[in-house]
């Protein structure tokens, strides 16, 4: 039996989840794919996880989401191929607006192909597809506590 000022291991974890659920929370993350499958994928998991998740098809519709939460928006997400303009096209133009604004490329081309698209391997976080849910929230993790920015 505890008394009043006694606490157990399963009483202080909560708070230190809530403490981490806050602290996602705050992030917001513009998802940007053209292939369904992989756009609700990705966005599921990191909903999942507490992310507040904007989705969009392509760049046009990525470019109106951005302008709608008036560039609060702390990650860009994006397949490198896109419909219209290119991932890294479109993440030099949101940072025109949001210049601390973080982003993660996903492709299925390897990454020497991508490299072709205006990313600098080695200068960009990159994930390839097909990716698993660790895969993703790990990359999203350690590029959203990064202080570096990505080159583009």
Same mark, same amino acid.
């Given at each position: 039996?505890?008394?009043?000022?006694?606490?157990?291991?399963? %009483?202080?974890? +909560? =708070? #230190?989840?809530?403490?981490?659920?806050?602290?996602? =929370?705050?992030?917001?993350?513009?998802?940007?794919? $053209?292939?369904?499958?992989?756009?609700? /994928?990705?966005?599921?998991?990191?909903? @999942?996880?507490?992310?507040?998740?904007?989705? /969009?098809?392509?760049? =046009? %519709?990525?470019?109106?989401?951005?302008?709608?939460?008036?560039?609060?928006?702390?990650?860009?997400?994006? $397949?490198?191929?896109? *419909?219209?303009?290119? @991932? +890294? =096209?479109?993440?030099?133009?949101?940072?025109?607006?949001?210049?601390?604004?973080?982003? #993660?490329? #996903?492709?299925?081309? +390897?990454?020497?192909?991508?490299?072709?698209?205006?990313?600098? /391997?080695?200068?960009?976080?990159?994930? *390839?597809? +097909?990716?698993?849910? %660790?895969?993703?929230?790990?990359?999203?993790?350690?590029?959203? %506590?990064?202080?570096?920015?990505?080159?583009?």
């Amino acid at each position: 039996m505890l008394n009043a000022t006694q606490t157990t291991a399963d %009483e202080i974890q +909560p =708070a #230190i989840d809530l403490c981490d659920s806050l602290s996602i =929370a705050r992030n917001t993350i513009l998802v940007v794919e $053209d292939e369904a499958f992989v756009r609700e /994928a990705a966005c599921d998991i990191l909903e @999942g996880e507490g992310y507040r998740v904007l989705r /969009a098809r392509n760049a =046009a %519709e990525a470019q109106a989401a951005f302008r709608r939460q008036q560039g609060g928006v702390q990650l860009l997400l994006s $397949d490198v191929v896109l *419909p219209g303009q290119n @991932g +890294p =096209a479109l993440a030099k133009e949101l940072r025109a607006a949001r210049p601390a604004l973080k982003a #993660i490329f #996903i492709s299925g081309y +390897p990454e020497n192909t991508v490299t072709r698209y205006g990313l600098t /391997a080695g200068q960009m976080s990159y994930l *390839p597809k +097909p990716f698993s849910a %660790e895969s993703l929230l790990g990359k999203v993790r350690q590029v959203l %506590e990064s202080e570096e920015k990505v080159f583009l």
